[in-house]
């Protein structure tokens, strides 16, 4: 094993020596955060299997890192005959996995503390510990490397603080055995590092991996036949930052196109009645579907306030608009839209999937409007010409790609595991 920095045997030195108040404070965020506290053991790397079945052990911080490994977990898990743990640190996290995961167990991440972690380890038999995106914890992977079990890093993105604290990160991915990056940039970054050439791979992002969203082919032709001709756009998961802009936008677009329609789907459908108060004030006609109420010639906003129809109204929608992307939510992902060739039109804060939106603006599939009170000259101009199905091919087209890396990722992620075996 390789000399250990300096910030790294402090850190190690500090959760050793408060390692009581770091459970202690970890057990009131547990609860607070509604988590079962019958189930806070696990944090302390108690709650272990009741055999020693070969586990590949997948760490996803939150929901959105959980989310993106469903097909590869199944797929790695059915090809190596081995079983598969996660662990998160949240709640939704955890429930995503009860939810769509019935192959896999579920714990909460242990605390990087010694007994934890020697416990934690101890208890599982692993094949494999793979990291999602990040959340590297340095006692657990320098105990994982002494135990000798296999580490990944999967879909690494830029990090700030890897590039503040270089020796240390050094350290730690330096001997992971393999690390796939989302980009030519970011796996620059690593082999500034040190990481050997041989284990750092450009695969496309594992989000673009992820089936389409579900259609509900009912919704998806009533939505066809009420828009018929009309030209309409879709402001797609808002939260009240993004709700001014939306609906000035479309005031600018009805100006222009007086048939068109704004179909305005809320990332919390409860704020449907809000919406349509809000909107009904500024004089717009508005149908709401959780209310049953049809569209019609008169609609100008059709706002669905109800849950899993995303699919459907990507569908059909020729361009969106991301919310989440002008206030402080940080954007969300735009690989759903691109996957039905709706063309991607988003503010100015994406910071949850920088890499995400540049890639598809790279390309021509995505536009970024940095000015809010820009978004309705945008929508003008979008459907006044033939860009927006270019637009649209071209996040369709990159996405296809991602959905044939699974494959990529599977072998990746399978050699790993055999030789660790061997």
Request: charged letters at 20%; one cysteine or more.
């Amino acid at each position: 094993m390789t000399s250990i920095p300096f910030i790294l045997k402090a850190w190690l030195a500090l959760t050793r020596l408060f390692a009581g108040p770091i459970a202690w404070f970890s057990a009131y965020f547990h609860r607070r955060m509604g988590a079962d506290p019958l189930r806070f053991s696990e944090r302390l790397g108690k709650d272990l299997p009741d055999g020693r079945e070969e586990t590949i052990w997948f760490h996803a911080a939150s929901l959105g890192e959980v989310r993106q490994i469903g097909p590869l977990a199944a797929q790695i898990s059915q090809a190596s005959q081995a079983g598969v743990l996660i662990t998160t640190t949240t709640v939704a996290g955890a429930g995503w996995v009860a939810q769509a995961m019935p192959y896999a167990v579920h714990r909460y991440a242990p605390l990087d503390t010694p007994s934890a972690v020697k416990d934690f380890i101890s208890g599982w038999s692993f094949s494999a510990a793979v990291f999602v995106e990040g959340d590297l914890w340095p006692r657990m992977l320098l105990e994982l490397e002494k135990q000798d079990v296999p580490r990944i890093l999967l879909n690494a993105r830029h990090s700030k603080t890897r590039l503040r604290f270089r020796q240390a990160f050094a350290r730690l991915l330096g001997s992971f055995d393999c690390v796939t990056c989302r980009s030519e940039g970011i796996a620059d970054d690593m082999l500034a590092l040190g990481l050997p050439k041989d284990r750092v791979h450009v695969l496309p992002d594992l989000r673009t991996t992820l089936p389409k969203l579900p259609v509900n082919p009912e919704f998806s032709r009533m939505l066809s036949q009420a828009i018929g001709e009309r030209p309409h756009w879709l402001a797609a998961s808002t939260h009240p930052a993004d709700e001014d802009a939306v609906l000035n936008a479309h005031a600018e677009v009805l100006a222009s196109h007086p048939s068109a329609l704004l179909i305005l789907a809320p990332r919390h459908p409860r704020r449907g009645n809000d919406l349509a108060n809000m909107a009904g004030e500024r004089g717009f006609t508005v149908a709401r579907r959780s209310l049953k109420v049809d569209v019609t010639a008169e609609t100008q906003i059709y706002i669905v306030d109800t849950l899993g129809e995303m699919g459907s109204l990507f569908d059909q929608a020729p361009v969106a608009f991301l919310g989440g992307s002008i206030g402080k939510e940080g954007g969300h992902t735009p690989y759903e839209p691109a996957s039905f060739g709706t063309a991607i039109l988003y503010g100015p804060n994406v910071k949850n999937f920088t890499d995400a939106f540049a890639g598809l603006s790279d390309i021509g599939a995505a536009v970024q409007v940095p000015e809010s009170d820009k978004l309705g000259a945008v929508l003008n101009g979008l459907m006044e010409g033939a860009r927006v199905r270019e637009m649209g091919q071209a996040g369709l087209e990159y996405t296809e790609d991602g959905q044939g890396a699974l494959a990529r990722y599977v072998d990746l992620l399978s050699d790993v595991v055999d030789a660790g075996r061997e």
